[in-house]
């Protein structure tokens, strides 16, 4: 069974750019969930999508996008980056209507300059 | 406001202790409580989920309690060794809708030999 994974592993970027951050889903979950993990804080729910539909957001600006593909994998997409943008991204995947648990990758970390 | 707390400072105990982690919540009424592990660089680990029903909850070494009228979880890591050292993250989740888990933002465990 192959877990989630995430690229690229790490990411700089200046300020005012564009970046996209992929995501594939762990075999069998069709859920997959985006977090904003600042240093020394918890991850925050950015958006999670299903069945290819943000199917729930958080408290995030419109210049946070998403999608998901059919075969479940995702895309992060941050426009007009900002410096406060810079954290560790995380993608996670679940079954949804089963177990609440969510698989975790191991992350993108990207610095905004 | 809502809040979660755990807490901020390093917990350190000798090897074979018990760990007790805290997780205190404000102003919210989660279906679910979840217990994460994260290690430095990587995602979270799921360890446990307790729902707003059940007391307690245990997995080999860990143990996790639920009191929805103080609002609080305790999580118990017995005969504790160096490998449990990591940050430990509670995360509240909701009935309905979708899986949005919001985190606290960790206490760091030091397992000392």
């Known amino acids: 069974e192959t877990g989630v994974t995430q690229s690229p592993t790490h990411l700089i970027k200046t300020r005012g750019q564009q970046v996209t951050l992929r995501c594939s889903s762990q075999s069998g979950h069709n859920t997959v969930s985006w977090y904003q993990q600042a240093l020394g804080q918890g991850p925050q729910f950015i958006f999670q999508?299903?069945?290819?539909?943000?199917?729930g957001r958080g408290n995030f600006p419109p210049r946070f996008s998403g999608l998901q593909f059919p075969n479940y994998s995702s895309e992060l997409n941050v426009n007009a980056l900002e410096l406060d943008d810079s954290a560790l991204y995380l993608c996670?995947?679940?079954?949804?209507?089963?177990?609440?648990?969510?698989?975790f990758g191991p992350g993108t970390r990207l610095t905004v300059t | 406001s809502q809040k979660i707390e755990q807490n901020s400072e390093a917990l350190n105990i000798q090897e074979g202790k018990t760990a007790t982690l805290t997780c205190n919540y404000t102003n919210y009424s989660p279906a679910y409580l979840q217990w994460y592990r994260q290690d430095p660089g990587r995602g979270p680990v799921f360890l446990l989920l307790i729902r707003e029903n059940e007391k307690e909850k245990r997995k080999e070494r860990l143990k996790v309690t639920f009191d929805t009228t103080l609002k609080q979880s305790l999580f118990h890591i017995t005969a504790s060794q160096p490998a449990d050292s990591a940050t430990y993250l509670c995360?509240?989740?909701?009935?309905?809708?979708?899986?949005?888990?919001?985190f606290g933002a960790g206490t760091r465990l030091a397992v000392h030999p």
């Open positions: 996670a995947s679940s079954p949804l209507g089963g177990a609440y648990e969510q698989y």
């Open positions: 999508y299903y069945r290819e539909e943000e199917n």
């Open positions: 995360a509240l989740l909701f009935s309905g809708g979708y899986n949005k888990l919001i």
